[in-house]
């Protein structure tokens, strides 16, 4: 069990770990600079500590985890990621499917894939299915998601990068938004975000506002015109694991 400081969720199981720069949004990975800190240890290769590696030993894992949460799977990874078998992604939903005392939050850059291999998943209720969508250049990825029959489909849009007007939010069951964390990161603009907050709730769509990031996240916050937007997609406890 790995607990996570990440606001919108509790935990992380990563069955795979590695990926690929894919968009803008992948510029400054926080899972890139953490594979190259860990390079040579807890089985992060030497020579490409970021290279795509199955880790079939980590499968069954959420099944021992007693205490239901909210698990965020491939924090490490995109579990839609070329080198990522399909048969190994139905191996990863169907843990999903008996460890049905958590909810699951997959989330992925890569959303093509799942228009490719829909038709060969049955997502489970308990899975909430997102793609990041950090400007409005990847608003397409959108229409992927909604393509798919999971029960809860998201929005991650961060890092926000610019803009985002005219988000079409049929479908879509929560949006989070958060600006870029680090020393490269890049500034969001106020208006950027509460014309998305504004969108979501005419939609009736649950929002989410995680950081506005920066050097230092925590000294900038996470109120938004001086209130903590926390909705989830649906009545969700949290809890103290």
């Known amino acids: 069990m790995a607990?996570?400081?990440i606001e919108w969720t509790e935990l992380t199981w990563n069955p795979v770990t590695?990926?690929?720069k894919y968009s803008s949004g992948c510029d400054n990975c926080y899972a890139f600079a953490m594979a190259r800190r860990l390079q040579g240890r807890y089985g992060y290769p030497v020579d490409d500590p970021f290279r795509v590696t199955l880790r079939p030993n980590r499968l069954d894992q959420p099944l021992d985890w007693k205490k239901s949460g909210l698990v965020f799977v491939c924090s490490m990874a995109d579990l839609f990621h070329k080198d990522v078998p399909t048969e190994y992604i139905l191996q990863v939903i169907d843990v999903m499917r008996r460890?049905?005392?958590h909810i699951f939050q997959v989330l992925t850059k890569r959303a093509h894939r799942l228009g490719e291999i829909e038709q060969m998943i049955e997502w489970p209720d308990n899975v909430w299915l997102g793609v990041t969508v950090e400007s409005s250049k990847y608003q397409r990825r959108i229409d992927y998601l909604r393509f798919t029959t999971a029960s809860v489909k998201f929005l991650s849009i961060e890092p926000l990068l610019?803009?985002?007007h005219d988000l079409d939010l049929d479908g879509i069951d929560w949006v989070i938004v958060g600006g870029e964390v680090g020393t490269r990161s890049r500034p969001v603009k106020a208006e950027w975000v509460t014309d998305i907050r504004?969108?979501?709730q005419a939609a009736g769509?649950?929002?989410f506002f995680k950081q506005w990031g920066g050097r230092k996240p925590k000294v900038?916050?996470?109120?938004?015109?001086g209130v903590t937007w926390d909705e989830m997609p649906q009545q969700v406890v949290k809890t103290d694991s």
């Open 220 to 225: 900038a916050g996470r109120m938004l015109e």
């Open 99 to 101: 460890a049905d005392h």
């Open 198 to 200: 504004d969108q979501c």
């Open 205 to 207: 769509t649950p929002f």
């Open 3 to 5: 607990k996570t400081k």
């Open 18 to 20: 590695g990926c690929t």
């Open 162 to 164: 610019g803009a985002m």
